[in-house]
């Protein structure tokens, strides 16, 4: 294909993608996370094909299993929002208006009636949001297994699709992106959903052992916090270490600290994380928590995957060029 044909084609694919993501903008999120949990559920597609299924059935399976699990975590945090958003509330309406601390000798008084209606507020408002979106997420969540479900069909085409406009030596350069993002992906949907419902088995009994009223709520939010980086589950103990010390109940903060911060915030990534990791390359947990955060400050929901996925892929980059320059500087030097 001369040249000049091929740019022509790439620019008409260029404009007509850009075209689509203004007309699909509501759904471009629920695009991108069927995009990446197809990649990575690929491994399983092969695997169910191998036991003689024809790929339409292997679509099928492996689509409804994605989206039973999506609906299933999805279904569980919105039905902790709603039917605990009351017990919540009242939680934090029991936080002290202030909180004396005294450090040696020197006692201070903390002002906490600004973070408290803050929190009481963002809540509120939270729960709400969360049970008008319900008819709108079982849509998306339709459109999710139906994507998923196309994507695994036709993922060899796709792949050919995406290779054949890139010049044949520019493929290793978008190998070892796939490499990265496939490794970050990985991480991402394995590793932390996988931790996160160990965390959620080990804190429902710990919860309870500690006497706490709700522990299967408890749980769920500690579960959902391993996908916030470094803090994780510890951002809950805590809380829960600090609203036990402003009722004056210090021995209680003391025992939640240290049983749940070593049940709950420690133990699930000795157990499961080193199970699960591959001998790939993985992002740093500080430029993971960057990608994190600044994905989901700038995008929303989307960001949590989409942000530490830009980055690990800024990072594949950064080496690719810095292998270049290396590998040139080293044959100016041999010449």
Known sequence: MPASRRHVLIGLLAL???????????????????????????????????????????SAVTSVLATLVAALLTTAIVSLLYLRSDVLIDLVREVPASVVVDVLGFRYAVDLSVVAGFA???????VFVAVQALPVLAVKVTL???????????????????LGPIPPRFHDVVRALERRAGATLYGIYVIQV????????????????????YPVTLAVVAGTLQFLPIVGPSLLVGLLAL????????D???????????????????????RLSRERARLPGSLYFIGFTGGL?????????????????????TQLLADEEGSTRQTQLVE
């Open 144 to 162: 999710f297994g139906l994507l998923v479900f196309a994507l695994l069909m036709r993922h060899r085409e796709a792949q050919a699709a995406l």
């Open 120 to 126: 009481r507020g963002y809540l509120a408002d939270l």
């Open 16 to 58: 007509l993608l850009a075209v689509a993501g203004a007309v699909l903008f509501e759904v471009a999120g629920t695009v991108f996370f069927a995009l990446t949990v197809a990649y990575v559920l690929t491994p399983l597609y092969h695997r169910v094909e191998a036991r003689g299924l024809s790929p339409w059935w292997a």
């Open 252 to 274: 209680a903060a003391i025992l939640v600290l240290v049983v749940a911060g070593f049940v709950v915030a420690w133990l699930p990534d000795v157990l499961i994380r080193p």
């Open 243 to 250: 609203y036990q010390t402003s009722l004056g109940n210090v």
């Open 297 to 317: 400050l700038t995008v929303g929901t989307v960001g949590i995957i989409a942000g530490p996925l830009v980055v690990a892929l800024v990072v594949e980059a």
């Open 194 to 213: 996988a931790t996160g419902v160990g965390t959620f088995l080990l804190a429902a009994p710990t919860f309870f052992a500690l006497g706490y009223e």
